[in-house]
Every structure is written in C-alpha cells, then in structure tokens.
C-alpha cells in the first residue's frame, strides 16, 4: 500500500508534458463576448453577461452554473432568493 507522503505522490510541476498533444487537443481561446441570458424564460428580463477570458478562465459562463441557476430559478422553495442581488 503507497504511503501519502511517497515519491509516488506527483506534483502539479511533476504533470506539465506528461500529457501530450497529440492525445487532446489544446482548446482554442474564447473570444470576448457578451450575451443575454433569459434561463429558458425564467427570468422576465434577461441578463445581459461579459464573457472576458484574457486572465484566464474564470470570466465565462461554466456550465455548472448554468444549471444551478435554473434549478434556483424554478425552485418554489427558494422564492426567498426573489429581488435578491448577488
């Protein structure tokens, strides 16, 4: 059985080049953009979102979030959230 603290352990440094490109393709950059979003008509007036990757990938729109968001957006339980601003 491997120990926690063994030389089996790799660092994210230890990763970089061990998966080529040749196995996945290195994804092109997203353009900037800006969309309006209505969560299938969930929302009576869309909101309008930037999507800016240039520091990276924390400036778009994940689909995680997506559904999290019509699930709140539906949820009759959750009608606390309404005219909530975060």
């Given at each position: 059985m491997a120990d926690s603290d063994s030389d089996s352990d790799l660092s994210l440094k230890e990763f970089t080049g061990i998966i080529s490109e040749d196995l996945v393709d290195v994804r092109p950059p997203k353009p900037a953009g800006t969309t309006d979003l209505d969560f299938d008509g969930?929302?009576?007036?869309?909101?309008?979102?930037?999507?800016?990757?240039?520091?990276?990938c924390g400036g778009q729109l994940w689909p995680a979030g997506m559904?999290?968001?019509?699930?709140?957006?539906?949820?009759p339980q959750l009608s606390t959230l309404h005219d909530k601003r975060m």
């Open positions: 969930l929302l009576s007036t869309p909101l309008r979102l930037h999507e800016d990757l240039k520091t990276g559904v999290l968001t019509k699930y709140l957006l539906r949820e």
